[in-house]
Each structure stands twice: as structure tokens, then as C-alpha cells.
């Protein structure tokens, strides 16, 4: 493990970008980019747009290490280029922001209030290019929608599961138990989380390593105590779909917690932004998610 990621991802003041929209959710990150479906008409053209979207978002002078720690790459990134450099390479090389990997093949069906991960086939394989292509983590994301305490456990037990083979690999795990924001008992299901949280942290090997990206909490300040366990390197927040200014403001109230931003970093940019308009955008956008995470 690179030491030296590993202690700006520990102890770095600054938010991780996430630039991982899956296949699944490409699509509407593309609309939002001002790229409607008909622009394109196969999965390639999908990717490649996309590409075009993260490589203009991570040339950006905007895009710099001294707010940004990680960027968080689809696999389909991570095997294409930046400028001649495979995307984790320029990032690290040419930005010092550290590259993880999203390993999950998206969410089953609910069942008990949650929506595990689709098995994962081929992960062992997956992890070995993910050392080979000099990628640091992985990220993983099931969703919790009620307080239902047997479906928590059983999103959390797969997690980590999947979790220690990931470490094993030599890479470290972000674990993403996401909480719906709009679910009626978000509350009672954040409380189960951090109880099983809890429980399998404290069956971890002694020196295994993680970090969790969770829901900004109901109650500020809630996942405080999660922070100080010795197995935990950092906690950082998804956005979940609330606006960049009401994710900012939640964020800002918890002392300690780093965003992970998907929807709320790319909010507002566009294909048809000038070069100028794009980075200046991304430049205040960067600014306020950065002063929300290190308050
Ligand atoms: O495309 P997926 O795998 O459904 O994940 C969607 C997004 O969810 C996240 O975990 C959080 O994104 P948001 O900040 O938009 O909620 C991102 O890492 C990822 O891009």
C-alpha cells in the first residue's frame, strides 16, 4: 500500500470527488451534463461521452490536490487515458489526488428495507488490475431504505465481507451502506447502521483498514464515534440527492466528516460551457464542498 496516499486520505485536509456513476446511472449524469440520450446510440458513445465529461472535470486547474484527496473512477475510466496516462496514473502523477475504484456491480432488488449488491463476479480479478493500473481503494454501495433491522445487518455483513477480501487484495475498502435520504425512519435506520457498523468493525484483524462513505446523518455529529475507531482511516459523505447547497450545509454541521460528492459536484456543469464558465464553476463548486468538509 502507498503510504504516502495513505496518509493524505487519513489526515489530508480536503473531499473526495466522485466521478464513478455506474452504467446505470451514466445516463442521467449525461442529462444533467446538458447530454441528452439521443446523442448517443450505443454504450461505447455512452462511455465515451462520459469520459469526456470526467477528463474535462479532472483537467480542470480547478480540480487540484489541495482541495481534492481521492477521485472515486468507474472501471471503464480506469481503463482509458488521460493525455496519454491511464486515468489513476494521471491523477496521482500529475495531480496527487489519489484514485480508488468502484467495484460494485449495482443493487439487487429491495428485501427487508434494503437493497444489497449484485453479486460481484470476477472481483478477484477486478482487484488484481485495479493493483496493476496503481489504484489505492475501491467503493461499494448498498442502499438502506427502512429500519429493518435484519435487512441492515445483512447489507452491512456484505459489506465487510466483500470488505476483507478487498483487503486482502491489498486494497483498501470504502464501504457505502447508503441510508435513502427520503426514508420515513432515516433516523432509527442510521442508529441500526452504526450498532452493526460497530459490530463488524470490532471482528476486523487487528490492523485491517477502511473507510466508510455514509448518508450526512439526521442527528449532527452522529457517526463521531465511528471516526475514532482505529480500524477507520476516514468517514466521507455521499450528496444522497440533496442539493449542493443543502448537502454542503448538512455537511458543514458535522466536525470531521469529508464529502464524497457525486450529484452534488458536477450540479450546474455543462457540455456547453465555455472553457471559462466550466472551470469557473467547478472552481466555486470545489471551494464550498471543500470549506463544508474541513469545518
Ligand atoms: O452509479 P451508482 O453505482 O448507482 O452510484 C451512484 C453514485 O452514488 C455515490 O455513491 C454517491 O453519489 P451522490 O453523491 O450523487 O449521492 C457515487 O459514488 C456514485 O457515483
Redesign the pocket.
Request: proline share 0%; no cysteine; hydrophobic share 30%.
Given at each position: 500500500m502507498n503510504t504516502k496516499q495513505l496518509d493524505q486520505i487519513r489526515t489530508g485536509e480536503g473531499f473526495i470527488a466522485?466521478?464513478?456513476?455506474?452504467g446505470?446511472?451514466?445516463p442521467k449524469a449525461l442529462q444533467q451534463y446538458g447530454v441528452p440520450d439521443d446523442s448517443y446510440s450505443t454504450e461505447e458513445e455512452m462511455y465515451g461521452l462520459v469520459h469526456e465529461m470526467r477528463t474535462r472535470i479532472i483537467k480542470s486547474p480547478a480540480f487540484d490536490s489541495r482541495y481534492i484527496l481521492g477521485a472515486?473512477l468507474f472501471e471503464n475510466t480506469m481503463d482509458r487515458s488521460i493525455d496519454g496516462q491511464y486515468t489513476a496514473d494521471y491523477l496521482w502523477e500529475r495531480k496527487s489526488i489519489v484514485p480508488f475504484l468502484?467495484v460494485?456491480k449495482?443493487?439487487a432488488e429491495p428485501e427487508d428495507g434494503v437493497q444489497l449488491m449484485k453479486p460481484i463476479s470476477g472481483l478477484d480479478e477486478l482487484l488484481k488490475r485495479a493493483g496493476e493500473r496503481n489504484i489505492f481503494g475501491t467503493?461499494m454501495?448498498s442502499v438502506i431504505k427502512d429500519a429493518n433491522p435484519a435487512g441492515i445487518k445483512k447489507a452491512v455483513e456484505q459489506q465487510f465481507a466483500l470488505g476483507n477480501q478487498i483487503i486482502g487484495a491489498g486494497l483498501v475498502p470504502i464501504i457505502?451502506p447508503?441510508v435513502d435520504i427520503h426514508s420515513p425512519d432515516k433516523e432509527a435506520a442510521e442508529q441500526l447502521l452504526k450498532e452493526e457498523l460497530f459490530r463488524q468493525l470490532s471482528a476486523l484483524d487487528q490492523d485491517a483498514k477502511i473507510m466508510l462513505?455514509l448518508s450526512i446523518p439526521t442527528v449532527n455529529n452522529f457517526y463521531s464515534d465511528l471516526m475514532d475507531d482505529p480500524h477507520v482511516i476516514r468517514v466521507v459523505a455521499?450528496?444522497?440527492?440533496y442539493s449542493q447547497a443543502e448537502a454542503n450545509e448538512r455537511l458543514a454541521r458535522n466536525h470531521g466528516l469529508i464529502a464524497?460528492?457525486?450529484?452534488?459536484?458536477s450540479q450546474g456543469l455543462t457540455a456547453g460551457q465555455t472553457d471559462k464558465e466550466f472551470n469557473d464553476l467547478l472552481s466555486r463548486t470545489i471551494q464550498d464542498i471543500y470549506e463544508a468538509s474541513v469545518k
Open positions: 466522485a466521478l464513478d456513476q455506474s446505470g446511472s451514466t472515486i468502484k460494485d449495482g443493487l467503493k454501495r457505502e447508503e462513505k455521499l450528496s444522497g440527492g464524497s460528492f457525486s450529484r452534488a459536484l
